[in-house]
């Protein structure tokens, strides 16, 4: 049996429709990590855009700003790690879990 190109194309239509839904509620979504017992922390977007780094003045060390870079640094990929799993889990439920990527259509 031939698949249905109409049926096809509406298909990906409404998933493109929903994938730019989707692609605006990121924009409102935030994610917060912490590093350091709390010493830096990030917040960033559903868009991977930072939004605040917070330091802890108690974690700036003037003979140590290596560590504080090294913190901040691990702050900000982990928020990108979790705002990357929000964007997932949110484009899983448009693809199916077909794994298509979000720029796809």
Known sequence: MKPNMQNMMKQAQRMQVEM??????LKD????ASVGGGA???VMTG??????IAI???AI???DVAMLEDMIVAAVNEAIRQAQDVAARKMSTVTGGL???GGLF
């Open 40 to 42: 830096v922390k990030v």
């Open 29 to 32: 979504e935030r994610v917060e």
């Open 61 to 63: 060390d003037p003979d």
């Open 56 to 58: 802890d003045p108690a």
């Open 47 to 52: 868009e991977l855009s930072a939004e605040s």
């Open 99 to 101: 794994g298509l990527p």
């Open 20 to 25: 730019a839904r989707v692609q605006e509620e």
